[in-house]
């Protein structure tokens, strides 16, 4: 999820500090097995049909999942693995939503687990902050790369998207899959295409860890069409980035989720080993960063706990 | 040195190949224990005066030698490593220059090989590409970073500038690493400063490899002064990019090279065997793209190869 810097989260969300926000929750429900309790909506049927999201980015969002759905449906588990009252979950004052749906792979499967998922706040501005996310591990069976794909957008004219299949091999020490994954594959053209965009720069997570989990060819931008004269962010969104995304969606499950390799033991030890760090410091980076500021400490808590049980099963 | 596109140079280059060139050396000079012939130079007493560089970028890297020699001088052999042929050697046709400073650390300190050097190449429209490098590898009885600076200079107003602490781990199964050497050293502040600049750019290099082998924070950027009202490239060189190389100096010199660190067995054959690709596939991908188009691929493979030998020593 999203990997945002606390000055930019403070910039939009302005003001009140998240005690405040959720000193008069509503409802409550608790998390299984702890103590933490969390704001809980009913409407659980809106898990993956991102009800906040521009058009483009939801139609992107269910061409995606669907495309996964087809070809990876019967290697994962048929509902999501998350508690459910992880499924869709608020802040008191309704300001706040965020729906999060993990299906796990099968045993008998490549497919470790498959996260989708959306936070929307409303900004103090009278706008809105809207993240969109699809993320896919695979399991130490195979070396291939994650996917992961993160849509931020906090204005109507501007978006930061990350995009990248995530290597799960030090790149140095295994030049082989640098070159088998990167370069023969020619994955840079998609960067290159879109940093042809006069509307696209170059973005800088404020995390070095995340600088240092991407590829060399993930696509990390920021889209900003505030003065410009040729598209709309929708027409970025439909006509340049959404093809990329497809694309790269494709190649992965094809080159990745459905391409077995041989890996021994000893390097499925290290492949596991790697992806716990990555799985958790992912979470802990990226969610832990952004949801306690939108939905206060405790909630956030309790989403990243009940998450990285379900990652580390 | 120079990791640069290939289109990149034929663009500088235009249209003569190498062979044609090359046709007819004024001398040759073998290279020892090799059939390759180089032509050679005698001017080795100029072989770190930077004699075509631009005033500041000359002032900068006396500065930066002279502080290497003062901290790390007792831990060096005190001449240069390499086969003399390899300390200045030019083009047959005399438009192409180079020199190559390393120096070996000695058995009793931390520091494996400092390697300095430049290439000048006159260019068909009269201009000419000036590179300028200074890079430093510790020994695997530390893991602390390696440093690494390149100023590409292609026209009077415009410079590719590569400057990092390469990691010695890899960051994911490291987390420690990446906080003490690059988090909490806040070496970003550095890229921050010079990317605020209007004349700066991100640079991407054509190199996969070079994106995967630096660090999150590294400052990888292209100068463009051409449409600048405000500053030359003379001034950004003295007044942004000087600070910032003496200050990483500095740092490496004080934390890296000159601290020492608990290194067991174990870690010390991962970093011996991780050096080993750095150094070999740092030669090949940079050197070895750049050298044939300005030199011929006979002088290339010699300097290659001797370099090599020297690295693996």
Not at 53 to 65: C, D, Y
Not at 100 to 116: A, E, N, V, Y
Not at 146 to 159: G, M, R, Y
Not at 190 to 196: G, I, M
Request: overall charge neutral; proline content about 6%.
């Amino acid at each position: 999820m999203a990997v945002i810097s606390k000055k930019w989260l403070e910039h939009f969300l302005v003001v009140t500090p998240p005690k405040v926000r959720f000193s008069s929750p509503r409802s409550k429900v608790r998390f299984p097995g702890s103590r933490r309790k969390v704001h809980c909506s009913s409407a659980s049927s809106k898990l993956m049909e991102f009800p906040y999201a521009s058009a483009p980015i939801k139609k992107l969002m269910l061409e995606l999942l669907s495309t996964v759905d087809d070809k990876l449906g019967s290697s994962l588990h048929p509902t999501s693995t998350l508690p459910s009252h992880l499924q869709h979950f608020a802040n008191s004052t309704d300001t706040a939503h965020a729906s999060l749906h993990l299906r796990s792979g099968l045993p008998s499967s490549q497919i470790d687990l498959i996260l989708g998922g959306w936070i929307h706040c409303k900004l103090p501005s009278g706008g809105a902050l809207n993240i969109t996310t699809l993320s896919a591990y695979l399991t130490s069976s195979t070396d291939a790369p994650h996917f992961l794909l993160e849509l931020i957008q906090n204005s109507p004219t501007s978006l930061v998207l990350i995009l990248d299949l995530m290597p799960r091999k030090d790149l140095i020490l295994h030049p082989k899959y640098l070159k088998n994954y990167y370069e023969d594959t020619h994955l840079d053209t998609h960067r290159q295409r879109l940093q042809a965009l006069p509307e696209v720069r170059p973005y800088y997570s404020p995390s070095l860890y995340i600088r240092a989990v991407i590829s060399p060819t993930a696509i990390l931008v920021t889209i900003d069409t505030g003065a410009s004269q040729s598209k709309s962010i929708e027409q970025i969104i439909e006509g340049d980035i959404s093809p990329i995304a497809k694309d790269l969606l494709h190649f992965w499950l094809e080159s990745c989720a459905c391409s077995a390799r041989e890996v021994d033991a000893s390097e499925r030890a290290y492949l596991a080993e790697r992806d716990r760090v990555i799985k958790n410091k992912t979470i802990e980076v990226d969610l832990g960063s952004s949801l306690p500021r939108l939905f206060g400490q405790e909630i956030a808590d309790g989403v990243l706990d009940a998450l990285k049980e379900c990652y580390n099963k």
